[in-house]
C-alpha cells in the first residue's frame, strides 16, 4: 500500500473512531436540505485530538510541498478550515487569510480577513467538499481580491459527481486526504457497517436527492 492510500485510511479510521463522521445505512439522518443521508460528517470534531489535526496537517502540507510549491498563502473557508489552515500556514511558515461565505456586515464588510497582496498564489483549506459550491466560492473571492488560487484542498469529499463538474467547469484543481469510498472500505474493516451495506450507500452517492424514498 502506497504511503498516499495509508494515509487516506489512516484519515478515514480518525474520523469515524472519533465520530466525525457517523454511518447509519438503515436510519438515515436528514440533512438541512431535506435530503435523507447514510452518512453525517462533522469534521470539526477533529480540532479536539491534538494528534488527528496534526495528521491532518502533515497531509495537506505534503500535497503543498509536492504539488503546490509556489504557494505564497494559505487561505481557511469559514468556519471549518480557518484551525486547519492555521495549522497548515505554521508548518509550512506561510502567511494565513481566511475567507467568511458572505462580506462582513459592518465595518469594512471584508470576506478576506488577513493581508492578501495582489497576485499571491493561494491554497484554500477545507474541512469537507459537498456539493462543492461554497468551496468553490471561496476560491474564486481568492481570484476576485486579486488573488490566484492554485488549488483547494479538503479532509473529506462525498464524492458527488456535482462538485466534480463545478471544479472543473471553473478549472480550479480539488483534492481531498481521504474520500467516501475509502471510508466505506475503512468502515466494513472496522465494523462500522457490513459489507451487505456498501450497495445502500454506493446508490445514496450516485444519486442523493432520492435516496430514502
Known amino acids: 500500500m502506497s504511503t498516499t492510500q495509508t494515509l487516506r485510511k489512516q484519515i478515514a479510521s480518525s474520523l469515524l473512531n472519533i465520530g466525525a463522521v457517523a454511518l447509519r445505512p438503515n436510519e438515515p439522518f436528514t440533512w438541512a436540505s431535506g435530503i435523507k443521508s447514510p452518512i453525517y460528517c462533522d469534521n470539526r470534531l477533529t480540532i479536539s485530538y491534538p494528534e488527528i489535526r496534526d495528521l491532518i496537517a ?13 504557494a505564497e498563502v494559505i487561505a481557511g473557508a469559514a468556519t471549518g478550515g480557518i484551525p486547519h489552515a492555521a495549522w497548515v500556514a505554521q508548518k509550512l511558515n506561510l502567511p494565513m487569510i481566511y475567507v467568511r461565505d458572505k462580506p462582513k456586515g459592518h465595518g469594512k464588510e471584508n470576506m478576506i480577513e488577513g493581508a492578501l497582496k495582489s497576485g499571491q498564489k493561494v491554497v484554500v483549506i477545507e474541512d469537507l467538499i459537498s456539493t462543492g459550491g461554497s468551496s468553490l466560492k471561496v476560491a474564486l473571492a481568492v481570484n476576485e481580491a486579486g488573488g490566484q488560487a492554485l488549488a483547494v484542498l479538503a479532509i473529506f469529499t462525498y464524492q458527488f459527481e456535482k462538485a466534480a463538474g463545478v471544479f472543473a467547469a471553473a478549472n480550479i484543481p480539488v483534492q481531498t486526504l481521504t474520500d467516501y469510498t475509502v471510508l466505506l472500505e475503512t468502515a466494513v474493516e472496522l465494523g462500522n457497517i457490513q459489507l451487505q451495506d ?16
Open 198 to 213: 456498501i450497495s445502500l450507500m454506493q446508490s445514496w452517492r450516485a444519486n442523493p436527492q432520492e435516496f430514502g424514498k
Open 58 to 70: 502533515d497531509g495537506f502540507a505534503a500535497i503543498i510541498r509536492e504539488q503546490y510549491p509556489d
